[in-house]
């Protein structure tokens, strides 16, 4: 995720905050300091609460994490965004307990803070009791250690809870499709958990709209977004499921050197289905000239200026034998175009997105289509 800021790391995770994050403390230091009529001091307490709040955020996605990296999965980093927290996981969890296990850890760790919050209130002889209830804003937002306490410990337990809601891309549709997936194929268990999701979904918009508030409205619609995406990304996987690049890249692509011009990328664009280009030295891989990239350079280089200059070079080929989905996420991750395909050494051609939506849209009709083919 783009514009972040790397803030320390955890074994070996980058732990990152987004840069709309002082935003979050900006608004929350209005919000409590006018919705609470207490001026100055609530605006104090909005801000304490915010960046506990955003502590709490981290060691839940921290209990994900840690849940991943048990099962081998390795974490890419955990990105602070002013909704919330995301730990990127770099592959799904193979088995259906596992992905249970690393999607009930987060709303775990709330729990057990909420516990310890309220075995250290004992100690401290704090209030923090839901017999309180009802906590007006009012009470909540003054500057004393009780309303901090009181108020983090709802949050650890709404935290916990919330993410239970069984609906992607909260963690407890993870959690329901892993169940469902122990006693059913993987597809059609997700299949099953975006639907009750979605419904789950619909049930909030509509609850929102009558009367239940515009933030129950914009929670239903992250839902919608998210299961949608979560759908998506299964059937994805499940179509590509055992395909290979060989299945599917192009052959016969036509090579430029470092010192072919833009001009000449852009004539060979224009007379042949090819937008994508590796860079050969020699009958060695020495880059990529991605369409992206070309239009990029055009926009602010003459013509003339040579492929060597503009080209990716940082782009490791994939082989052959590699997987239609792994490359599918490679090129999603790394926002490029295409890929080099190299056996050992040898260059064969590319693997595009261009390719994968021609098999997807191709598979999505006829799943068996490609399954001859070599
Ligand atoms: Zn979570």
Redesign the pocket.
Known sequence: MGNSIRLFSVKGIDIKVHITFPLILVWSAVQFGLLSGRGLEGAIFGVVVTLILFVIVVL??LG?SIAALRYGVPVKQIVLLPIGGVAQLSRMPEKPIEEFVIAIA??LVNFGLAIVLAVLAVVLGLEIGIGNMPLTFSRLARASLQSVFAYVFISNLFLGLF?LIPAFPM?GGRVFRSLLATRINYARATRIAVTVGQGIAWLMALWGLLGGGLFIIVIAVFILIGASQEGQLVQLKSLFDGLKVEQAFSRGVKSLTPNSTLREAVEITLSTFQSDFPVCEDDQLVGLLTQSRLIDSLNRLSPETFVGQVMEVDVSPVEPKDGLFQVQQRLAELSLDALPVVDQGIFLGLITSRDLNEAYRLLSKRPDLLAGLT
């Open positions: 839940h996605e994900h987060g709303p993410n963690d």
